[in-house]
């Protein structure tokens, strides 16, 4: 069973509090200003990403964002909600399944597939949609804080 959950009041849900069938959603537009911003950060300049005139005589028939833009939107779930504040990556695994275009609204899923008490590690299916059509998915492997053992005195 899914049961969808908002960002935890502490900011971060810690290993103890995350169970197999949490998930987030969050919402992302592609905008030019994201898609410039993306371009700067990354150093990637590819003109199917930023020149409309040679994206038009590519397979893409068109500018396309980044495909690591669209999966960097996993991030913010993964470090803002779910698990949250805390949360350290550890892999993910990536599929693009179509391209993502200025103007789009990228919705993405984390769903909490596997809990390991014992390296405080959780696996996360993540999933983009754009109009309900999958644009990406993969796997990622999270650590995530633990509750503090009290001290000793």
């Known amino acids: 069973m899914t049961t969808i959950v908002t960002q935890h009041?502490?900011?971060g849900y810690i290993l103890e509090e995350l169970h197999v069938g949490m998930a987030a959603e969050k919402v992302i537009p592609v905008t030019e200003q994201r898609i410039q911003q993306f371009a700067e950060a990354s150093d990637d300049f590819n003109p199917v990403h930023m020149d409309e005139a040679f994206a038009a005589r590519t397979a893409y028939r068109g500018r396309i964002a980044h495909g690591l833009l669209s999966a960097s939107f996993g991030s913010a779930v993964v470090g803002t909600i779910l698990p949250g504040a805390g949360a350290i990556y550890i892999s993910q695994?990536?599929?693009?399944?179509?391209p993502?275009?200025?103007g789009d609204?990228?919705?993405v899923r984390i769903s909490v597939v596997s809990v390991d008490p014992e390296s405080a590690r959780v696996e996360?299916?993540?999933e983009g949609f754009v109009d309900g059509k999958l644009i990406m998915a993969g796997v990622a492997t999270v650590r995530v804080p633990r509750r503090r053992k009290p001290a000793r005195d």
């Open 100 to 102: 993502v275009r200025i």
């Open 105 to 107: 609204d990228v919705v």
């Open 9 to 11: 009041p502490s900011g």
């Open 93 to 98: 695994t990536l599929q693009f399944h179509a």
């Open 124 to 126: 996360l299916d993540c």
